[in-house]
């Protein structure tokens, strides 16, 4: 890999190509190779009687559903991607019927070609056009040509807006036009495979008791050649290892959310409290018989035998070891997972919780793998924020923990080994933050409902003139009788000739204060960038959205490649593909002159219906630390930033920058901050964004508690806090709270006004300057 001068991308944003042989690595072969090879990673298999998958050599299909040509590859907003193409099923397929694997009905697949060109002609946009009727005649023919069926099925959904789950809309649930699709198809076909494009849960109960389909496989949104990759898995050419990061429930009422997600746009009270997904489903009462696949499931080709478990205590650590051997005939993965069962105590858990996974190396029929999968205490530790041991703090109640090893939630085997606590520990005594003010009850373990302590519920924050509105202009500081070169630049404290102590004296406040928000736009950037003070040398750094690609507008040029979306690569369950993904985006991002990628984004599924669920892992913070963990150091292995994002539970769109989500302080840190603590604890991002919307009756951006007392204070964060996009934020506020760049403007006069009335400490733009000095120094 070629190497450049400090800084010199960012500066000059140089078209030269950085990969070997002077070749760009942008949509790079390798990058699409290495696309294919996640998506195959990720894709869950969730039924398969009479082993109708892997087809097998020769056989015919008839494909049904626009789906099979209308490739969604992933969501839309900022998670989207400029591509120069998207390989559909059909296109993949086809691949397989030149190698001779498969053949293909062509008047079927004539027709969904046609189809869809006359919907995209009339604007339409891949997923969001209404299922095609099949011609009774094609549908005859098809079944003269084979009896094995295809059916594919897509889904679209994106920034801003939340899904359906009512009935029939297409969406959670499927349409009339696919119900009398999957009907009429299976009047007339003995044999048949579903396969869901989507990157959310949907309703998956029409098929699993079905005996009239016979397979179902969970593609996702699998990036640029998803169809391809669905190819290699239907056709055996790869064996299905994913797993479900999320419960699949029999329908949208089951989820303990789903009554009070669209309750109101102004809040959203999370009254399941911790009991979220499988933390929910496998204790409450009435539940469990409420789930249709649960979470960690998967199916695969091949068969495995995970013997030999057992732990100990090491170092402070518990150390499971187990040994998995392929008992099959054909090549595969398997997924092993830990889970703690904890005493209920006072306090009252879930029945059990993900404490450690690993997923093995491809094992041949008969290979064997021995895999050791190491935790502390603190993983399986409660937050009492009752008093039930002390108010406050990480708590091991007395009483025995056991732990369960196994392939799902529901498929595992007890280990013998016992944790045992004599008596109550404090593993972590700390100060309450982000306390509840409108929480009106809590669910407990038993079904029952608790009652919550608030505290005094504050006003609604207002939406102030003074939030700065459109792109941001050139800094004063840089033009006119302002603009002094300074005798030091941020280069000489990058090549050790000045410390950053030093060069911090060299700014003024009024310098600072303008940093202190989002620049203008230069190159192919267009989410603009932070520093770019020119008289100290301090570059302009451009940001760039993610997470499933490099974003970049399409009238730039530049063609990117699509990864396959978040939620599939947590059910890879594979961190090391994780992050040679995130060293990819990261040549592609340094390539076109970015210096900062927005990405990973890792809210928790709290409902199915968020419309940026793909863009998030799982409903289990563990997972979503950990693959946030993995494509962070990925990244920043190749000297760009990452932004961990949204800190913290933006799980709605809905009105997502003037919503508060009300929850108890257990629930926030022990589910929705969580995972953000093992990113920043494991691989310390270079940034990190807060979310739009309120929590407990303070903005996100504003949330001094969240921003300085928790995540700096606690975790030890050293990075940079940015805001999301025009938040409603007041940028002094946020400053004060330690959130150190207002994207993508600042309100610098508003700031400085607001310093001189003594309503913002200097000392406060001092440090975030800093931090901003900071990261800048930490890029290439």
Known sequence: ???????????????????????????????????????????????????????????????????????????????????????????????????????????????????????????????????????????????????????????????????????????????????????????????????????????????????????????????????????????????????????????????????????????????????????????????????????????????????????CEKDGNIVVTAKVANTGEMAGKQVVQVYCQAPQGRMGKPARVLVGFAKTQLLQPGESQDVTISFAPYAFASYDDTGAVSKSAWVLEKGNYLFLVGSSVRD?????????????????????????????????????????????????????????????????????????????????????????????????IEQMVYMLGGQPNRGVANTWGIGGLDSHGIPNVMTADGPAGLRIQPWCGVHTTAFPCATLLACSWNEEIVERIGVAAALEVKENGIGSWLAPAMNIHRNPLCGRNFEYYSEDPLVAGRMATAMVKGVQSQGIATSVKHFACNNKEVNRRDSDSRLTERALREIYLKGFEIAVKESQPITLMTAYNIVNGIRASENYDLLTGILRGEWGFKGLVTTDWWTQGLHYKEIAAGNDIKMPKGNPEHTLTMIQEGKLDPACVRASARRLMEAILRLD
Request: glycine share 10%.
């Open 1 to 311: 890999m070629t190497t450049f001068p400090k800084w010199q991308r960012i500066r000059y944003m140089p078209g030269t190509p950085i990969g070997k042989d002077g070749r760009r690595v942008t949509a790079c072969p390798e990058h699409i190779a290495l696309v294919r090879e996640a998506a195959c990673e990720g894709m869950v298999l969730l039924k398969n009687e009479e082993k109708l998958l892997p087809f097998a050599k020769g056989t015919r299909l008839a494909l049904f559903g626009k789906g099979t040509v209308d490739y969604v590859k992933g969501g839309g907003g900022s998670g989207d991607v400029t591509v120069s193409y998207t390989r559909c099923l059909l296109k993949g397929l086809c691949i397989k019927q030149d190698e001779g694997k498969v053949e293909l009905f062509s008047p079927l697949n004539d027709y969904y070609t046609a189809y869809m060109q006359e919907q995209y002609a009339q604007g339409a946009e891949p997923g969001r056009c209404p299922e095609a009727p099949v011609p009774a005649d094609l549908l005859e023919q098809a079944r003269a040509f084979t009896d094995t069926a295809v059916i594919t099925l897509c889904r679209f959904s994106g920034e801003g807006w939340d899904r359906s789950g009512k009935p029939y809309d297409g969406d959670f649930y499927l349409s009339h036009e696919e119900e009398a699709l999957v009907q009429a198809v299976q009047a007339a076909f003995p044999r048949i495979a579903v396969v869901l494009n989507t990157g959310g849960m949907m309703d998956t109960l029409w098929f699993k008791d079905n005996a009239g389909i016979q397979s179902a496989l969970l593609s996702w949104q699998a990036g640029i050649e998803g169809g391809l990759a669905t190819a290699d898995i239907l056709c055996g050419d790869v064996c299905p290892s994913g797993r479900l990061t999320d419960t699949f429930a029999v329908n949208f009422a089951a989820y303990p959310s789903s009554d009070t997600f669209n309750e109101s746009e102004d809040y959203v009270t999370y009254n399941e409290d911790i009991f979220v997904g499988y933390r929910y489903f496998e204790i409450i009462p009435g539940a469990a018989e409420k789930v249709c696949y649960p979470f960690g499931y998967g199916l695969s080709y091949t068969t495995f035998a995970i013997t030999g478990a057992a732990a």
């Open 412 to 508: 595992t085997e007890q280990l013998a080994y016992v944790y045992s606590v004599d008596e109550d520990r404090v593993l972590e005594q700390l100060t309450a933050r982000c306390q509840p003010r409108q929480v009106d009850w809590r669910l407990k373990a038993d079904g029952t409902r608790g009652e919550v302590e608030n505290i005094p519920a504050l006003p609604k924050p207002e939406v102030s003139p003074d939030v700065p509105q459109g792109p941001p202009t050139e800094m004063k500081c840089n033009a006119g009788a302002s603009f002094k070169k300074a005798e030091y630049s941020l280069m000489d404290v990058a090549e050790g000739k000045i410390t950053l102590d030093a060069f911090m004296e060299t700014l003024s």
